[in-house]
């Protein structure tokens, strides 16, 4: 059941990320929501009584990696993007990036928008919090989808490889960790950077142009954008820890559906997870590299259209 959003407390208008210009989407409201401390960003639209879909996007995104399925999905569900605690409109904390304490505040948002249950729809570093969101509110999931993601502790290798051909893929993951040298040698270089992420991890490197990497860049390059950027990399081993330790009390029943691509860093998401989950399935996606949604986003939504059920 989904509430009209206008009637809930806590949802405002007032975009603490003023610095980074804002992207509009027709159909969509901006909405900022008191999540537990933390004021997070969310787009809206689509059918509000229909069922809830909520879309969380990965480094280096935002919100606007969605923007290519979210139309297609709102003619049939009730649609909201959120921007993780430090990406994008949302705020920035100091600390606690670990993916529970992050989910907890995805959930709140949600919660605060009148959502009482809903469809959760995830890529890389929004994976990682969707995971750890299913082990501690699975009764408010009807379903989980999982793109292409190294989930601590689940998908993610425990070493990173040293073969030049599977290296380039993780090699940041090690990076990140290094304290205070990604923050030397990356301020002021972020469009480099976000740019390497976005050309080579693509299956074609004409993927993003130059609006997509200059707004992407630009998220990151905010004040504190960089330092929670690094921040959920650096409290990956927490994360892990939290995961195996739910995981110890019980696996995944909600719907788990696994989306890989050809051309991705995880070869079988559903594979991956199913250890830890008594429902799921997978879909690769052909010609596509790691940014699915961007790359293919109809079959993004057809894989989505078949694996959500209407209530």
Avoid at 164 to 184: D, I, N
């Amino acid at each position: 059941m989904t509430d009209h959003p206008t009637s809930v407390r806590h949802v405002s208008a007032s975009n603490p990320v003023r610095d980074l210009p804002l992207h509009d989407l027709a159909g969509f409201t901006h909405r900022w929501v008191d999540a537990h401390g933390v004021r997070l960003h969310a787009v809206e639209g689509g059918r509000p009584t229909a069922p809830t879909v909520v879309l969380l996007a990965g480094f280096p995104q935002t919100w606007w990696a969605w923007r290519k399925v979210m139309p297609s999905l709102a003619a049939r569900f009730h649609v909201i993007a959120i921007d993780l605690p430090g990406q994008g409109h949302s705020e920035c904390p100091e600390r606690s990036y670990d993916t529970h304490t992050v989910a907890a505040h995805v959930h709140a948002a949600v919660q605060a928008l009148g959502v009482s249950t809903y469809w959760l729809v995830a890529h890389d570093i929004g994976a990682w919090v969707a995971f750890s969101l299913a082990l501690n509110f699975e009764s408010e999931l009807r379903g989980v989808a999982l793109l292409d993601a190294g989930i601590p502790g689940i998908t993610l290798p425990e070493s990173i490889p040293t073969d030049p051909e599977r290296a380039w893929k993780t090699w940041h993951f090690a990076f990140h960790l290094v304290p205070g040298l990604p923050e030397t040698l990356l301020a002021g270089r972020e469009r480099e950077y976000v740019g390497w992420f976005l050309k080579v991890k693509a299956l074609s490197p004409d993927t993003f142009d130059d609006a997509e990497l200059d707004h992407y860049a630009a998220a990151v390059a905010v004040d504190g954008g960089l330092r929670a950027s690094l921040a959920y990399y650096r409290d990956a081993a927490e994360s892990a820890r939290r995961n195996h330790e739910a995981l110890e009390r019980k696996h995944l029943t909600v719907p788990v559906l696994g989306i890989s691509s050809s051309h991705g860093s995880v070869p079988d998401m559903a594979a991956s997870i199913s250890p830890w989950a008594d429902d799921t399935t997978g879909v690769v996606v052909p010609d596509a590299g790691h940014f699915i949604p961007d790359e293919q986003p109809a079959a993004v939504v057809a894989a989505l259209d078949d694996f959500i059920v209407d209530d």
